[in-house]
Nanobody, 122 residues
Framework: VQLQASGGGLVQAGGSLRLSCAAS????????VGWFRQAPGKEREFVVG????????IYGDSVKGRFTISRDNAKNTVYLEMKSLKPEDTADYYC????????????????WGQGTLVTVSS
């Protein structure tokens, strides 16, 4: 499966953005999709994951209550709605896919899209 992330940009603190992760392939519903982010000088960290049918989600502690993940399998797309953004949310955001259950480890995902940069100004 090939992934392409989009929707990043510059936003003021307290603002919102919606990221999209578009996937190729007819077997997209078989894949868990995770969002990760990497700030300069930091390791890539898990943000949120969603199961293939969208019924299960796992959020990282730093984004709970502010970010919402969803997916539309008819469009082969996963969305990340980000609200109440903070300067510390500034990072390159990546979507990734794997078969099986949702995992937090970046090494457990087999397919990656390119990053989309989110910059939150104070």
């Amino acid at each position: 499966v090939q992934l392409q992330a989009s929707g990043g940009g510059l936003v003021q603190a307290g603002g919102s953005l919606r990221l999209s992760c578009a996937a190729s392939g007819r077997t997209f519903p078989n894949y868990v999709v995770g969002w990760f982010r990497q700030a300069p000088g930091k390791e890539r960290e898990f943000v949120v994951g969603i199961s293939g049918n969208g019924a299960s989600t796992i959020y990282g502690d730093s984004v709970k209550g502010r970010f919402t993940i969803s997916r539309d399998n008819a469009k082969n797309t996963v969305y990340l709605e980000m609200k109440s953004l903070k300067p510390e949310d500034t990072a390159d955001y990546y979507c990734a896919a794997r078969r099986g259950g949702i995992r937090r480890g970046r090494n457990e995902y087999d397919y990656w899209g390119q990053g989309t940069l989110v910059t939150v100004s104070s």
